[in-house]
């Protein structure tokens, strides 16, 4: 397996940079007193030498289930048993 994935020596892109901005529409003219809040993240991925761009919109409650999920992935990266395997396939 260690000498498949040498020669395929395909990497993950990296986290480069991350912007955000809070967008919220206070009221329309069909729906006044309307709070309707809206996040907008520009991320940047260094896939090699080039450096992609993202632009991703959510609402809170999704984000929020994003961040959760994402906490979650790392305290598992941080196991014991995920740390030999990940020892292992290097």
Do not use: C
Not at 67 to 80: F, R
């Amino acid at each position: 397996m260690r000498a498949i994935m040498s020669k395929l020596s395909i990497g993950p892109a990296s986290y480069h940079n991350l912007e955000w901005r809070l967008d919220v529409q206070l009221a329309s003219r069909t729906l006044r007193r309307q709070v309707n809040p809206v996040f907008l993240l520009k991320l940047d991925v260094q896939d090699g030498s080039a450096i992609k761009s993202h632009i991703l919109q959510t609402d809170p409650a999704n984000l929020i289930h994003l961040t959760e999920q994402l906490e979650a992935a790392l305290s598992e990266m941080k196991t014991a048993y995920v740390r030999r395997i990940v020892r292992n396939i290097k």
